[in-house]
Antibody, heavy 117, light 108 residues
């Protein structure tokens, strides 16, 4: 059974940093492209970015609002996906989901990040 | 930046056909995907590659695409289909992905 478990959410002040983790199981993580998607309270889904498998170059793509501030990485030895967020803004407040692939067939339960002074 | 446009809301009576549209300039060359999200839950993929239904998704869900518009059709909508629906696709480069703004489907 595929499982994705996000962690690391919490409260952070504007300008601060936070690292989210997504622990994956039930599939061959090293072969998978992975993505992050967020949802602000009461709002729609927003694609943040993705990371390719190492065999496909391990490169990343980001949405314009987070490019240069957020970094997606992976540790295949730990079956874990990361989202390093810096220079956080109020508008980054959201539930953050990790998903398998670029088109997420499987999603985690999400972790809430609240940016507030 | 690339955008996908959906109607904010669609309302049908139980048993009627619900159609949710999604327009985007790159849709003639890029597949559309559709997600269902019920309140407080993670999204569920209901249509991929314009027309394909993942395992476990009821047959009343179908998808189509023509030109710059993709459509999600729910034939014989049921009360349990009430949810927000999002289309999802890539820009012409294939490297930037976007969701539509979402459509709230009401079945009553």
């Amino acid at each position: 059974e595929v499982q994705l478990v996000e962690s690391g959410g919490g409260f952070v002040k504007p300008g601060g940093s936070l690292r989210l983790s997504c622990a994956a199981s039930g599939f061959t993580f090293s072969n998978a492209w992975m993505s992050w998607v967020r949802q602000a309270p009461g709002k729609g889904l927003e694609w943040i970015g993705r990371i390719r498998s190492k065999s496909d170059g391990g490169t990343t793509d980001y949405a314009a609002p987070v490019k240069g501030r957020f970094t997606i990485s992976r540790d295949d030895s730990k079956n874990t996906l990361y989202l390093q967020m810096s220079s956080l803004k109020l508008e980054d407040t959201a539930v953050y989901y990790c998903t398998t692939g670029t088109v997420g067939l499987y999603w985690g339960q999400g972790t809430l990040v609240t940016v507030s002074s | 930046s690339y955008e996908l446009t959906q109607p904010p809301s669609v309302s049908v009576s139980p048993g009627q056909t619900a159609r949710i549209t999604c327009s985007g300039d790159a849709l003639p060359k890029k597949y559309a995907y559709w997600y269902q999200q019920k309140s407080g839950q993670a999204p569920v993929l209901v249509i991929h590659e314009d027309t394909k239904r993942p395992s476990g998704i009821p047959e009343r869900f179908s998808g189509s695409s023509s030109g710059t518009m993709a459509t999600l059709t729910i034939s014989g909508a049921q009360v349990e289909d009430e949810a927000d629906y999002y289309c999802y696709s890539a820009d012409s480069s294939g490297n930037l992905w976007v969701f539509g703004g979402g459509t709230k489907l009401t079945v009553l």
